[in-house]
């Protein structure tokens, strides 16, 4: 199969103060572009048994050695950034509701203490990568990933990832990761996050973007 750049589900100025129009589209349109490319490019010539990224990268065994590390980068950084603009929107719900804010008030006390956690993952990944928060064995957590790697990888259900690449900042925030973590909560799509959050936890722990 070959994988696409699907558009963006608002215009690249939307999350305008917390995300620039500038970054947006560079981040959109030139290096997400990029992984599907490389993406496609890795997989030339292969027979999947496998019909997505998801199930791709869950399944790398099933590759050829000599590709594994290609489709696992470049597949990563294709799922990731899918989640990853799906996770956004402007004026969305300020805080989660039902079963996931449920869900976080159980396994972290508060939203407050799940954004701080979160936060802190993001600060401390060394170099690039993301913070996330997974659902592991039926409970939340937060965790970070090196480059593109993706939870989904060693087994858990990503809810919510935040990229913290520089190119995802830099060009507003510079080399202030932690202003762009703390402000990052103003465009997340909680509404999302609480439909991956229910389709986690009433089936499988497979999550297509």
């Known amino acids: 199969m070959t994988f696409r750049l699907e558009a963006l589900a608002y215009p690249y100025d939307a999350l305008e103060p917390t995300i620039?129009?500038?970054?947006?589209?560079?981040?959109?349109?030139?290096?997400?572009?990029?992984?599907?490319?490389?993406?496609n490019?890795?997989?030339?010539?292969?027979?999947?048994?496998?019909?997505?990224?998801?199930?791709?990268?869950?399944?790398?065994?099933?590759?050829?050695?000599s590709r594994r590390t290609a489709v696992r980068n470049h597949g990563g950084g294709h799922y990731n950034h899918e989640l990853f603009w799906e996770s956004m929107t402007p004026g969305g719900a300020a805080t989660p509701t039902g079963r996931l804010a449920a869900a976080i008030e159980?396994?972290?006390?508060?939203?407050?203490?799940?954004?701080?956690a979160f936060n802190e993952a993001g600060a401390k990944q060394f170099g690039s990568g993301w913070a996330w928060l997974v659902l592991d064995n039926g409970r939340l957590?937060?965790?970070?990933?090196?480059?593109?790697?993706?939870?989904?990888?060693?087994?858990?259900?990503?809810?919510?990832?935040?990229?913290?690449?520089?190119?995802?900042?830099?060009?507003?925030?510079q080399n202030r990761r932690g202003d762009y973590l703390q402000d990052w909560w103003q465009v997340v799509n909680w509404d999302v996050v609480a439909r991956r959050y229910e389709a986690a936890v009433s089936g499988p722990q497979e999550l297509s973007s």
């Open 20 to 39: 620039d129009a500038r970054t947006m589209e560079v981040h959109h349109s030139k290096h997400h572009q990029a992984y599907v490319n490389n993406l």
């Open 41 to 65: 490019a890795a997989l030339e010539g292969v027979e999947l048994e496998v019909d997505d990224v998801a199930a791709l990268l869950r399944n790398l065994e099933q590759l050829p050695e």
């Open 106 to 116: 159980a396994d972290f006390g508060s939203l407050e203490a799940l954004q701080a």
């Open 141 to 173: 957590a937060v965790e970070s990933s090196a480059n593109q790697d993706n939870p989904i990888s060693r087994g858990r259900t990503p809810l919510l990832g935040n990229d913290v690449w520089e190119h995802a900042y830099y060009l507003k925030y």
